[in-house]
């Protein structure tokens, strides 16, 4: 999801005989839904696999501010464009609430930069397509943000507590961005026939990714079985992307759109819809790093943390000249 | 006074999932022993799974006279509350 492909140990979960005690103690806490606090034992892996779940989460939130950043200045009108940017900046927000979760686990904040920034850390492929048009801000908050809910209203559940919470947190305040969304989407579907093209191009374009958002397909997800066993992530790619489907098929069709996959149909029996395969070498491609943005995001991400240097650097030789002072005159 | 004990403010965690709140304060020479006066004074009827101490000179606090330049700004941007948007019914929950 924003989160789509997080190594986990890459093993099976153990079973309980083959646990050493304070596993099997852990385990329990786990399957009781007892939150696990930062200071309480956990496996090695329980911790990596969280740090590399919540960090590809918090890059995500923050790389994601870079394709809605690009319409601010050409928001139609002013107050779109005031929404824009308080959405934008609501991204900035969960980014860092989900970098402090993290950091809980024992990671730095700027070593979580560090990795984003060699490559080695990972975002949502979602980030990685360009926003051509103002249709596009209407479908990323409809859509992209619309799965960033599926997925996060299941993390509030989280056996960590701290990640846990920031979902709680950042469920609150997503509401706002998908509704924003779906409003451009119905003024542009209300208006003209290029305004409704406009928005059905859009929906051509975002649809497939954002159903990649949700990783892999369940037969080839790896690390799944692990994660789910700990409660790190308590629904698996495959059901959260039905759900998305069957939430948005009739949002489409009230805008009077098209849905850009020909085998998308009701499903009468399983009461859910049926729908196509995604192209998984498009997924892939893109998560590992050809993209049509990649290179751009990066570059953008690269920049911001390297002009920024000279400013960090000054604030932190300030604090310090400041607190010499005070000692000083104690 | 310099024997003085320092100030500690104490969270307590009343559920487990739930974030540490702020109960109260407290007088003890360490936090230690902060932590144990917090166990008596402040949950003496089960209210907490795990206790937070600070000392209260650690903290820094926004002024009471900051409150408008605060907090007066976010109350004319009403878009960033979803029902700002109206939605019609038959789309379903969003």
């Known amino acids: 999801m924003y989160a789509q492909m997080v190594k986990s140990t890459g093993e099976r979960p153990k079973t309980l005989d083959e646990m050493s005690p304070e596993e099997r103690a852990f385990q329990a806490r786990v399957d009781a839904d007892i939150k696990i606090e930062p200071k309480e034992w956990m496996p090695e892996g329980y911790r990596k696999t969280l740090i590399r779940q919540i960090g590809q989460h918090a890059h995500s939130e923050i790389v994601g501010q870079l394709p809605e950043g ?10 779109r464009k005031a929404i ?6 609501d991204e900035a927000g969960h980014g860092l609430y989900l970098y402090c979760a993290a950091e809980t686990l024992g990671i730095s904040r700027d070593e979580m930069t560090e990795q984003l920034l060699s490559g080695k850390a990972k975002y949502s492929s979602i980030f990685n397509y360009p926003t051509l048009t103002w249709a596009d801000i209407g479908a990323i908050g409809w859509l992209v943000d619309g799965a960033a809910i599926m997925n996060q209203v299941q993390l509030q559940k989280c056996s960590y507590g701290p990640y ?29 026939a290029e305004q409704k093209e406009m928005a059905q191009d859009a ?36 059901e959260l992307r039905q759900k998305f489907v069957d939430q948005t098929a009739p949002q489409a069709e009230y805008l009077g759109l ?44 690269r920049k911001a943390w390297t002009d920024g240097q000279w400013f960090r650097d000054g604030l932190m030789a300030h604090a310090r000249k400041k607190r010499a002072r005070k000692m000083a005159a104690e | 006074m310099k024997n003085e004990w ?26 230690e022993m902060a932590i144990r006066h917090a166990r008596d004074v402040y949950t003496r009827r089960n ?23 605060l907090f007066d700004p976010s109350n ?17 929950h969003m």
């Open chain 1, 70 to 79: 690009n319409w601010i200045t050409r928001a139609p009108t002013l107050d």
């Open chain 1, 84 to 89: 824009l940017i308080a959405k934008v900046q």
């Open chain 1, 164 to 192: 846990s919470r920031a979902m709680v947190r950042i469920c609150k305040e997503e509401s706002f961005h998908q509704r924003q969304g779906y409003d451009i989407m119905m003024k542009l579907c209300a208006g003209n």
């Open chain 1, 203 to 238: 929906l051509n374009r975002w649809w497939w990714p954002s159903l990649m958002m949700f990783g892999p397909s369940d037969k080839d997800s790896v690390h799944s079985a692990q994660s789910m066993a700990w409660k790190i992530k308590p629904m698996s790619n495959d």
């Open chain 1, 258 to 301: 098209k849905i850009p996959d020909p085998v998308l149909k009701w499903n009468e029996a399983k009461k859910g819809y049926d729908f196509g395969e995604i192209d998984w070498n498009e997924f892939y491609e893109v998560l590992k790093g050809d993209g049509p943005c990649n290179k751009e995001r990066m570059a953008a991400r």
């Open chain 2, 6 to 31: 320092p100030l500690w403010e104490v969270f307590i965690r009343g559920q487990h999932g739930l974030a540490h709140r702020h109960v109260g304060s407290l007088h003890a020479p360490d936090a």
């Open chain 2, 47 to 69: 209210e907490g799974v795990s206790i937070w101490v600070v000392k209260a000179s650690d903290i820094a606090a926004s002024a009471p006279g900051e409150k408008e330049p």
């Open chain 2, 76 to 92: 004319a941007k009403i878009y960033r509350h979803p029902t700002f948007y109206d939605i019609p019914d038959e789309v379903g």
